[in-house]
């Protein structure tokens, strides 16, 4: 992921994750020297998600709902 995100150091400075107790900034300049300091090796492999049991925030109009029967 972090090779992923190098690639757009051009366009982009800072990716900024946010989490729920808290947030982390990264400088994409920087990750050279984040990913030697990982104590091992990442594989990220794609991800099927079937269905999605509930979503929190998100709301849909009654009028998009009527649409879809």
Do not use: Q, R, T
């Not at 982390?24 to 492999?45: A, D, T």
């Amino acid at each position: 992921m972090l090779d992923f995100i190098y690639e757009y150091m051009e366009s982009v400075k800072y990716i900024i994750y946010v989490y729920h107790s808290g947030c982390e900034i990264i400088k994409l300049e920087h990750i050279p020297e984040l990913k030697k300091l990982l104590p091992w090796e990442f594989s990220i492999y794609p991800l099927i998600v079937g269905n999605i049991e509930s979503m929190y925030g998100i709301s849909i109009p009654n009028e998009v709902k009527e649409e879809a029967k």
